[in-house]
């Protein structure tokens, strides 16, 4: 009887690996998710595409995913620690991203997924937590929560969007990811570079957007980004001396599409 017991202990224990579900706690290794980006998102040169044609001929698992996200309360995930709440929230926000890309696919941009008045990020249109809510809510959240270096980790589908990366968030791994996705982002040179010739600092229309969450953390925008944008010491203290405004380069709304993008 005990070997019995035993044996079914271990069953359920990789059922909840496989099949993550309310009776048997929320999956915090976000498995399911993990799988969903292993098949749908590529990445090349610090872009990544996804395949959008393929998320919405496999509906299932992503919905299904959600399903998981959607039955946790605020009460439970408040008794998360704040790893598993960050976690939580930055697959949140990129496994909706890509639902509402699914749903209106083909579309050419995620901006025009909203309302004449009305951003895409302020659109309810999931439940978490028990309510309707939108995007916005769980990136206000996030930067309560998390800091600054979330921002790195968040797609907005688009080809000027920090990388969506091909593994799930997860608590355990998080300090080593946050600071991975913000050092691929700030060692894009497409988005952000340093012009030493014009002595310019050019970077992308993020830190526009979220200049004031970056300033609290280290008191100014060139302090920031100045230790992993400069190539060597000289171009930090030109960086940091520099009297000249911050160019923000054009942030490149077009989908992030893979393998054919929409004209």
Same mark, same amino acid.
Do not use: C
């Given at each position: ?8 202990? $271990? ?15 929320? #999956? ?10 292993? +098949? ?13 044609? +393929? ?34 929230? %930055? ?9 509402? &890309? ?17 951003? =895409?990020?302020?659109?309810? $249109? ?6 309707? +809510? ?27 969007? =920090?990388?969506?990366?091909?593994? @799930?968030?997860? @608590? #355990?791994?998080?300090? +080593?990811?946050?600071? /991975? @996705?913000?050092? /691929? ?9 340093? #012009?030493? @010739? ?7 229309? &993020? $830190?526009?957007?979220?200049?004031? !969450? ?12 100045? =230790?992993? %944008? ?6 930090? !203290?030109? %960086?940091?001396?520099?009297?000249? !405004? &911050? ?12 393998? %054919?993008?929409?004209?």
């Amino acid at each position: 009887m005990k070997l019995l017991v035993l044996a079914l202990v $271990f069953v359920l224990s990789l059922f909840q690996g496989a099949f993550p579900n309310k009776a048997l706690g929320f #999956d915090h290794r976000h498995l399911a998710f993990n799988e969903i980006l292993k +098949r749908s998102v590529f990445e090349e040169e610090n872009t990544s595409w996804v395949h959008y044609q +393929r998320l919405k001929e496999e509906p299932v698992s992503l919905e299904a995913y959600l399903s998981s996200l959607e039955n946790v309360s605020l009460k439970e995930f408040e008794g998360f620690p704040k790893n598993e709440q960050i976690a939580f929230l %930055i697959n949140a926000y990129n496994a909706y991203t890509l639902k509402r &890309i699914k749903d209106n696919y083909p579309v050419r941009s995620i901006r025009d997924l909203g309302g004449f008045f009305l951003s =895409p990020w302020k659109v309810r $249109f999931f439940y978490l937590f028990g309510e309707k +809510r939108n995007l916005e809510f769980i990136e206000k959240k996030l930067l309560s929560i998390g800091g600054s270096r979330v921002v790195f980790a968040l797609t907005t589908a688009s080809i000027g969007s =920090p990388s969506l990366s091909r593994v @799930a968030y997860r @608590a #355990d791994e998080l300090e +080593r990811q946050l600071d /991975a @996705a913000r050092k /691929a982002f700030l060692s894009d040179h497409e988005k952000n570079f340093y #012009d030493s @010739a014009e002595n310019r600092l050019n970077l992308s229309g &993020i $830190f526009k957007w979220f200049k004031e !969450d970056f300033e609290r953390e280290k008191g100014s925008l060139k302090a920031y980004v100045t =230790p992993l %944008i400069a190539q060597d010491q000289k171009e930090r !203290d030109e %960086i940091i001396a520099s009297n000249n !405004d &911050i160019f923000y380069t054009e942030y490149e709304w077009e989908l992030n599409e893979y393998p %054919i993008k929409i004209k």
